[in-house]
């Protein structure tokens, strides 16, 4: 009887969660290919993208359709979508290398938290709990501090995207020249940033705990 309900693996792949993930890859490939030529229609794909990594997990949770390959489809876009705009965003501003720099610090932060996930056996990279960072075990343990982070990091990039008029454009420049246009856009600016801060310093976090990690599996499995 176990053996019949089990379920079969074409049909996780028609899980209502994965099956949004797809939909997200289509309108991150349309957004990227009209990047250029239409601002608007990208930041609009994009955000609606963005939104639907937080509407296939509520399916997962919903439906029970949580799933390894939903999680590891959800990072891979999740990460894929942001290193494409953070590559855009070094050809526009300048220094370049900060945004190629926030590149390589989303991807190997994320990697290794995968890796090390499935190397100590946990289920999910977001189980932090026996983290000694209060920082991380809030991140990972609140959605609504965790969301306002992301989102906060996701919509700063496509304001700057926005804001960029052409190759030569410096970041700081145009961050100062829009935050003192009107107060209302200070706000708007400073609440980004802060969530973007709190989001990197967490990357950097999760990077050395995740190093840790598979070091400590390392020195376990030689004892």
């Known amino acids: ?34 990047c250029f030529v239409d601002k608007k229609l990208f930041s609009l794909l994009y955000f ?45 501003y300048r220094p370049g290398f900060i945004f190629l720099s926030l590149l390589a610090l989303d991807i190997s932060s994320h990697w290794l ?11 999910s990279h977001k189980d932090v709990k026996d983290s000694s960072s209060w920082l991380f075990r809030l991140y990972y343990g609140n959605r609504m501090f965790m969301g306002y982070c992301c989102v906060s990091c ?33 706000v708007y600016l400073a609440l980004l940033v802060f969530g973007w801060a709190i989001k990197q310093f967490v990357n950097v976090i999760q990077m050395k705990t995740a190093a840790d990690a598979c070091v400590l599996y390392d020195i376990n499995k030689k004892q």
């Open 48 to 92: 609606v993208s963005f939104v639907c990594d937080a509407l296939d997990g509520w399916f997962a949770r919903k439906f029970n359709q949580a799933s390894t390959f939903g999680a590891v489809l959800d990072m891979v876009t999740d990460r894929v979508s942001t290193a494409c705009l953070l590559v855009i965003l070094s050809q526009v």
């Open 1 to 34: 009887m176990a053996g019949k309900s089990r379920p079969k693996p074409l049909n996780v792949y028609f899980y209502i969660p994965n099956i949004i993930g797809y939909l997200r890859i289509l309108m991150n490939i349309v957004a990227f290919a009209v």
């Open 154 to 186: 996701e919509v700063l990039y496509i304001t700057l995207f926005l804001l960029a008029r052409n190759e030569t454009d410096s970041l700081i420049d145009v961050l100062v020249n829009t935050a003192t246009t009107s107060w209302i856009y200070l």
């Open 113 to 123: 938290q995968m890796y090390s996930t499935f190397l100590v056996g946990k289920t």
